[in-house]
Each structure stands twice: as structure tokens, then as C-alpha cells.
């Protein structure tokens, strides 16, 4: 095993080590059905903690590359090769229900409004001031920031634009992608995802969802050239995309002037030790769309969302649709600007994450 250990690094060993283990899994050196060594013996070998390598085996586990069995170990249950050839056989047949916002999770109000008056104070007429087509600098370079230390997304802060929330900007991809097309959407999927794209004047397929994904018999079949998924959580069924199937999707892509929309709503509060990697990150910023909102994590009357485009696709948004005005407040941009900027939205987050995982503690004893 080749798994040293940086001490210098800013990053910590866990991390270090579950990184050096997806890639070493990824490219096959740990194959599928192949059985990790053991916590004592990767110890041994690397000089850290078996709590340590614990730590790194749980996120392997979260994120579908590994497996833990009771009494056996832990087994590599990723396969570069999962897709074409085969899909699961397991149908939807369970649909999730939609839970409404729980007190718990809400955005502190006071938190807020202090934040707010602070706006207030601080910017003065300013925000009176019509806002930059694609968003206000503050906003778009603090989500730059939140987007690098949260999700692995590193990007230039002009790949990000701003809209008022997920509807309007589906109808801004399709100015950026084109009429022409056909988009792929997930079969059940959130109903508005497919209004909008109708109404923009496309045809959609929708394919069905199996438990781990789209189904790759009808992902291999479609004629679409763009493919709107959520593979955090789907609505309303609740399925995540796999390790597995997120390759595949990546896989899919990478055919000649295919797309990716990775709509990753709610991501946020996942109740695993680290948020999934995104698409967007797994595909090196080629052709992956990445789509979020404040709906869940803050309000949804705060109407606004963002987009993380590639770079190739920045010129083609400029000429298409640079002209068209951002739809959101200058003042609400610069509320959750200060909000990211200042910390109290990772803070909401984790405080979130935590109480998710003590509820589910709770109820399982």
C-alpha cells in the first residue's frame, strides 16, 4: 500500500486517506467485490489512528464506494463499468413523503434580521441600486468561496449566476442549451422541473428512476442531449444517485454536445460525515450545469438561486441572455452575501446536520 500520510498537509488524515482510497477505487487497483484491509492493518501501514481510518472507511460508506459487512470487513461495492450493460431490476416503488419545514431546521429569524439591519446600515442606498445582470460581485464571489470549502467546486466567480430561484433559472438554461433539444428528466421528478421545460418549448423523456438512479437500459436509449437530474435526493421519491451511477451519468455526458443539469437540491443536509461530490466536480468543470437554491436552507419566500456553468458555456450565456436584468433584489443579495461571508449559514447547516443525526439516533434506540 502506497497510502502515506502528509503531516504538513492542511488537510486532516481522514481526509487525506479516503481521498488516496476513492482514487486508488476509481481506477480499479481496488476492485469491485474486493475487500479493503482491515482498520488494525491500514493503521499499521499508514501510522494513524484505526479511529482515524474509521473515520475514512465511514465516508467511503456514505458515498457508495465501499460497504461495511457485519463480522467480514469492508468491500468495495463501486464498479467503473456499472451502466450500459446492466441496471438494477428494483422498480420505484416507494414514494417518500414530503415533509414540511420542521421549526428545528429553520433559519435562526433572529439571526436574520440582525443580519439585515446590518445590510442596512453597512451598504446604505446601495442597495437601492440595480444589481449586475449576472448577480452582485459580494454574493457571487462569497458563494465562490462557500462552493470551494463545501462542495470541491473551484471556480471563477464569473462561472456563477444568479436568479430568482430553480424555475426561472431551468428557463434560462434552455436559452443557453437551445429549443432544439431534447431533456432527459427523472421519472418521478419534482412536477414544475417538467411545466417549465414544456412551457419553454421542448420535448422532454422522462426516464425511470430505479433505487439507485436512472435506470441505465433507458439512459442508453434516450435521444436527449441534456439530462436534468437531482442525483442527491430526487423528489418525491427520496433515491440517491450511487457512486456508481454518478460515474455513469458522468459517463453518458461525455458523448459529443451532451449535458448535465445537477439540480442538488438540498444537499446541504445530508446526514453524512461530508455533503456527496457533486457532478460538477467529478467532471472537471466540462459540461455539468450545477443548479441550487436558499429555498431549503434558508427560506422559501427568499426567492433566489444560483448556477455554476463551465467555462466554455460562459460566452454562449453572454451572447444568449447576457442582456437580461437579475431578477433578484440587490438588498437580498447582500443579506446572504454577509450571511455566507460571515458564517452564520455553515454554522445553520451543520446545526442542522447535527440535530438530523441526534432525531435519527433517537428514534432508532
Given at each position: 500500500?502506497?497510502?502515506?500520510?502528509?503531516?504538513?498537509?492542511?488537510?486532516?488524515?481522514?481526509?487525506?486517506?479516503?481521498?488516496?482510497?476513492?482514487?486508488?477505487?476509481?481506477?480499479?487497483?481496488?476492485?469491485?467485490?474486493?475487500?479493503?484491509?482491515?482498520?488494525?492493518?491500514?493503521?499499521?501501514?499508514?501510522?494513524?489512528?484505526?479511529?482515524?481510518?474509521?473515520?475514512?472507511?465511514?465516508?467511503?460508506?456514505?458515498?457508495?464506494?465501499?460497504?461495511?459487512?457485519?463480522?467480514?470487513?469492508?468491500?468495495?461495492?463501486?464498479?467503473?463499468?456499472?451502466?450500459?450493460?446492466?441496471?438494477?431490476?428494483?422498480?420505484?416503488?416507494?414514494?417518500?413523503?414530503?415533509?414540511?419545514?420542521?421549526?428545528?431546521?429553520?433559519?435562526?429569524?433572529?439571526?436574520?434580521?440582525?443580519?439585515?439591519?446590518?445590510?442596512?446600515?453597512?451598504?446604505g442606498e446601495t442597495?437601492?441600486?440595480?444589481?449586475?445582470?449576472?448577480?452582485c460581485t459580494e454574493?457571487?464571489?462569497?458563494?465562490?468561496?462557500?462552493?470551494?470549502?463545501?462542495?470541491?467546486?473551484?471556480?471563477?466567480?464569473?462561472?456563477?449566476?444568479?436568479?430568482?430561484?430553480?424555475?426561472?433559472?431551468?428557463?434560462?438554461?434552455?436559452?443557453?442549451?437551445?429549443?432544439?433539444?431534447?431533456?432527459?428528466?427523472?421519472?418521478?421528478?419534482?412536477?414544475?422541473?417538467?411545466?417549465?421545460?414544456?412551457?419553454?418549448?421542448?420535448?422532454?423523456?422522462?426516464?425511470?428512476?430505479?433505487?439507485?438512479?436512472?435506470?441505465?437500459?433507458?439512459?442508453?436509449?434516450?435521444?436527449?442531449?441534456?439530462?436534468?437530474?437531482?442525483?442527491?435526493?430526487?423528489?418525491?421519491?427520496?433515491?440517491?444517485?450511487?457512486?456508481?451511477?454518478?460515474?455513469?451519468?458522468?459517463?453518458?455526458?461525455?458523448?459529443?454536445?451532451?449535458?448535465?443539469?445537477?439540480?442538488?437540491?438540498?444537499?446541504?443536509?445530508?446526514?453524512?460525515?461530508?455533503?456527496?461530490?457533486?457532478?460538477?466536480?467529478?467532471?472537471?468543470?466540462?459540461?455539468?450545469?450545477?443548479?441550487?437554491?436558499?429555498?431549503?436552507?434558508?427560506?422559501?419566500?427568499?426567492?433566489?438561486?444560483?448556477?455554476?456553468?463551465?467555462?466554455?458555456?460562459?460566452?454562449?450565456?453572454?451572447?444568449?441572455?447576457g442582456f437580461f436584468?437579475?431578477?433578484?433584489?440587490?438588498?437580498?443579495?447582500?443579506?446572504?452575501?454577509?450571511?455566507?461571508?460571515?458564517?452564520?449559514?455553515?454554522?445553520?447547516?451543520?446545526?442542522?446536520?447535527?440535530?438530523?443525526?441526534?432525531?435519527?439516533?433517537?428514534?432508532?434506540?
Amino acid at each position: 500500500m502506497n497510502l502515506n500520510i502528509d503531516r504538513n498537509s492542511k488537510l486532516p488524515a481522514y481526509v487525506q486517506l479516503y481521498n488516496r482510497l476513492k482514487e486508488d477505487i476509481v481506477k480499479g487497483i481496488y476492485g469491485y467485490g474486493s475487500k479493503l484491509p482491515s482498520k488494525r492493518l491500514m493503521a499499521t501501514e499508514t501510522g494513524i489512528s484505526t479511529i482515524t481510518i474509521e473515520h475514512a472507511y465511514a465516508l467511503l460508506c456514505d458515498e457508495g464506494y465501499i460497504e461495511s459487512r457485519e463480522r467480514s470487513g469492508f468491500f468495495v461495492i463501486f464498479r467503473s463499468d456499472d451502466g450500459f450493460a446492466s441496471s438494477p431490476k428494483e422498480s420505484v416503488s416507494h414514494i417518500a413523503h414530503h415533509n414540511s419545514r420542521n421549526s428545528a431546521f429553520e433559519f435562526p429569524f433572529s439571526v436574520l434580521t440582525k443580519t439585515m439591519r446590518r445590510v442596512l446600515n453597512d451598504y446604505g442606498e446601495t442597495i437601492l441600486e440595480k444589481s449586475p445582470n449576472y448577480g452582485c460581485t459580494e454574493l457571487r464571489e462569497a458563494l465562490r468561496q462557500y462552493l470551494a470549502r463545501n462542495r470541491s467546486i473551484y471556480v471563477e466567480t464569473e462561472q456563477i449566476i444568479i436568479g430568482s430561484g430553480a424555475e426561472y433559472l431551468y428557463s434560462l438554461i434552455v436559452g443557453i442549451l437551445g429549443r432544439e433539444r431534447i431533456y432527459a428528466l427523472e421519472s418521478p421528478s419534482y412536477e414544475k422541473i417538467e411545466q417549465v421545460y414544456r412551457t419553454a418549448g421542448v420535448n422532454c423523456d422522462l426516464l425511470p428512476l430505479g433505487s439507485d438512479g436512472i435506470d441505465s437500459f433507458a439512459l442508453n436509449k434516450t435521444k436527449a442531449t441534456v439530462l436534468h437530474i437531482s442525483p442527491y435526493r430526487s423528489f418525491p421519491t427520496g433515491i440517491t444517485a450511487s457512486a456508481s451511477k454518478r460515474y455513469e451519468y458522468i459517463r453518458w455526458a461525455k458523448a459529443a454536445d451532451r449535458f448535465i443539469v445537477e439540480d442538488d437540491f438540498e444537499s446541504e443536509f445530508t446526514l453524512a460525515s461530508k455533503p456527496e461530490e457533486t457532478l460538477f466536480a467529478l467532471s472537471e468543470d466540462r459540461n455539468v450545469i450545477y443548479l441550487n437554491t436558499f429555498s431549503k436552507t434558508i427560506s422559501p419566500s427568499l426567492r433566489v438561486g444560483y448556477m455554476v456553468l463551465p467555462k466554455h458555456l460562459i460566452s454562449r450565456f453572454s451572447d444568449a441572455l447576457g442582456f437580461f436584468s437579475c431578477t433578484v433584489p440587490t438588498f437580498e443579495q447582500f443579506v446572504l452575501a454577509e450571511l455566507i461571508s460571515g458564517g452564520d449559514f455553515e454554522r445553520h447547516i451543520n446545526r442542522v446536520r447535527r440535530a438530523k443525526r441526534k432525531k435519527l439516533t433517537s428514534e432508532s434506540l
